[in-house]
């Protein structure tokens, strides 16, 4: 793709994004209104993927897209967004640690973390990472067409390893988007089993998104901590995100996606989000797949921005 002509009156989100400031003054560090972090993850997904070229390709996405929201006369210029860098091999159990370490600073850093995977196995390390000692109170609310409950350490496990590994309570996780003909009984069951609230696919089609959101975050906080967001955006139909593998015909859309990350980032009790199972290498050549992810934050932000 031609990169757009240069106008000084048109800034891009992409020079928005700064790298992290790391100069220390006395015993503070800066901190940030919003904080990305890549997680190139892609060696334990269940289908073989490049989802590790995906940070690098979000991030070079938001050179297409300004700071500006039009509809609620916003500029989202006005927040301070700092870029941490990426996890180096965040597949092995080392690996997860140095993302936790990165989320948990990143966090702390930021009013908002941003983890761009990297598959769906992120979430797990992303999640630990900011929960900290604050898991007992913690929720979890998962966009995505799959209940990601299965055994072992894959993409396909990260709910399941923060309920048994890290004592989450699947009473504070709300699942919205859950597909049909994606899922097994037994894992269904197993949703079912954990307390987890699900909100599919089927009971979204006729609802404002604002109203979808409200109710996810008044399960997922209902304790009083800090909440975690996964964009598993497979939950989109298939002809918006050719690069996801996983993305079936039927899932939410384009302009939905945007909506429900607009309302997470209006929630100051969501403390970190994640955008997972894009693979760039896949992508349709206009890069729908990618653009979508950074309208994604774009979003987030802009949500953000109108709250305070």
Known sequence: MTAPLEDELWPRASAWLRPVDTVQFGSNLP????GLM????????????????????????????STYNWSIDSDVADLSFADFGDVAEPDSEAGEARTSKLAAEVSERSGLAI?????????????RGVF?????TAGLIT???????????????????LVDELGLEGRRIVQIGIADFSN???YAARALAFGIYVIPRSAIRDRKMADVMAEAMSIAGAAGG??????DVDVCDRSVVPACPAAAPG???ADEFRQLAFEVGRYSQVRSVDFTEIDASIDSADGRTVRLAALGILELAAGRHSAN
């Open 31 to 34: 901190n940030y209104d919003l």
């Open 38 to 65: 890549g997680i190139p993850a892609y060696k334990t997904s269940i289908s073989p993927t490049n989802a590790h070229s995906t940070p690098g390709a979000i991030r070079a996405a938001l050179q297409r897209y």
């Open 115 to 127: 983890g761009l995977g990297g598959d769906n196995s992120v979430t797990f390390a992303m999640a």
């Open 132 to 136: 900290g000692a604050h898991v007992e």
């Open 143 to 161: 966009l995505d067409a799959h209940h990601d409950l299965r055994d072992g350490k894959s993409n396909g496990s990260p709910v399941r390893r």
């Open 184 to 186: 097994s009984p037994a």
């Open 226 to 231: 800090p909440i975690h967001v996964d964009f």
């Open 251 to 253: 899932g939410i859309s």
